[in-house]
């Protein structure tokens, strides 16, 4: 019998030089912490690397380095190699360039962005978009949704409507320091990710059987939410970027393990809960790729029944993860 391979999806990191795009990378599929990423050197052409997310799909990712040189190159001699069979492009504005800040049009960083965006809607047609607007940490509090907006306009004037037109283009703004990072980089790979609808079906048979009021399925490696089934009580959490913060929590948790048990950060906990008068967690392994965190009411039965139960679907989600 043939051996089916896994699907691969191509991602290219653009943006101008010292943007932060290798940081964010290291952070996300690394383990890096934030605090580190200062020794990182600059990209040098294109970092190519592969991970694996999910079992069943090879994430292609191409670095590309931010130099004037390096970006000429891609939109001259490699202009077809790079840009052809793209999933996703990943363009990074630094919100302290001067060119991004620069008055009227946006400056040379914008003039950059239109000539590679329009390569990429020339070889790559059906490829999403998600423009990130990066180092939000370092504009004030209260000018940061004003910042936002204004520069989001601006970015959505440059992008042709091929891809602003049918929904495959999104900004944020994001930061190493907070959850947003995970937030973008969630949606990312979430809409690289075969068989999403599937998985949801298993969870929200889960969560019927476990009264559970939200179920959050996480990758292994990176933390990243996959898929999440909120109830109507879930609904009722004040706190719209949650996942992404016990994304950020979980991975702080992976390291601090790191440092009182000397086992790698990579290294796979089984499970853990927390039982309060409001609420019981359990955050289980589910597979070899993906853990899955249940929130649920108070007591020692339904925390009996949550652990069964999450066996029961353990076998489905599986095959689910098979490459083809």
């Known amino acids: 019998?043939?051996?089916?391979?896994?699907?691969?999806?191509?991602?290219?990191?653009?943006?101008?030089?010292?943007?932060?795009k290798s940081s964010m990378r290291s952070i996300i599929f690394?383990?890096?912490?934030?605090?580190?990423?200062?020794?990182?050197?600059?990209?040098?052409?294109?970092?190519?690397?592969?991970?694996k997310f999910l079992g069943n799909?090879?994430?292609?990712?191409w670095d590309c380095g931010g130099q004037d040189a390096f970006t000429e190159t891609y939109l001259t001699s490699q202009k077809s190699h790079v840009f052809s069979d793209v999933g996703v492009m990943i363009y990074v504005f630094d919100t302290e360039s001067r060119h991004f800040t620069?008055?009227?049009?946006?400056?040379?960083?914008?003039?950059?962005?239109?000539e590679i965006i329009d390569a990429l809607a020339s070889y790559s047609p059906s490829a999403h978009v998600f423009c990130l607007i990066h180092k939000m940490d370092l504009v004030p509090s209260d000018r940061r949704q004003e910042f936002q907006d204004m520069k989001e306009g601006l970015i959505e004037k440059f992008t042709p409507k091929e891809f602003r037109g049918r929904g495959r283009m999104r900004v944020y703004g994001t930061?190493?320091?907070?959850?947003?990072?995970?937030?973008?980089?969630?949606?990312?790979?979430?809409?690289?990710?075969?068989?999403?609808?599937?998985?949801?079906?298993?969870?929200?048979?889960?969560?019927?059987?476990?009264?559970?009021?939200?179920?959050?399925?996480?990758?292994?490696?990176?933390?990243?939410?996959v898929v999440n089934i909120t109830t109507e009580v879930g609904e009722e959490n004040p706190y719209s970027d949650r996942f992404e913060r016990?994304?950020?929590?979980?991975?702080?948790?992976?390291?601090?393990?790191?440092?009182?048990?000397?086992?790698?950060?990579?290294?796979?906990?089984?499970?853990?809960?927390?039982?309060?008068?409001?609420?019981?967690?359990?955050?289980?392994?589910?597979?070899?790729?993906?853990?899955?965190?249940?929130?649920?009411?108070?007591?020692?039965?339904?925390?009996?029944?949550?652990?069964?139960?999450?066996?029961?679907?353990?076998?489905?989600?599986?095959?689910?993860?098979?490459?083809?």
Request: aromatic content about 8%; some cysteine; charged content about 20%.
């Open 1 to 20: 019998m043939e051996k089916l391979k896994p699907a691969k999806k191509k991602i290219l990191l653009m943006g101008k030089s010292g943007s932060g």
């Open 30 to 51: 690394s383990n890096v912490v934030a605090k580190d990423v200062r020794r990182l050197g600059a990209t040098i052409d294109v970092e190519h690397a592969q991970f």
């Open 57 to 61: 799909l090879i994430l292609n990712l």
């Open 102 to 114: 620069g008055r009227g049009d946006g400056g040379a960083d914008m003039s950059v962005y239109k």
């Open 175 to 225: 930061s190493i320091w907070d959850q947003t990072l995970y937030a973008a980089w969630g949606d990312i790979v979430q809409c690289l990710t075969p068989n999403l609808k599937l998985m949801e079906n298993y969870l929200r048979k889960l969560a019927q059987a476990t009264r559970a009021e939200e179920i959050v399925l996480f990758e292994r490696a990176t933390f990243l939410r």
């Open 246 to 324: 016990l994304s950020n929590l979980i991975k702080t948790f992976k390291h601090s393990l790191q440092g009182y048990t000397g086992q790698n950060s990579s290294h796979p906990f089984g499970e853990f809960t927390i039982s309060c008068p409001r609420f019981n967690l359990v955050l289980s392994r589910l597979t070899n790729n993906t853990y899955v965190l249940v929130v649920l009411p108070p007591g020692e039965t339904d925390l009996v029944n949550t652990r069964l139960n999450i066996m029961g679907v353990r076998d489905g989600l599986v095959e689910l993860e098979r490459p083809g």
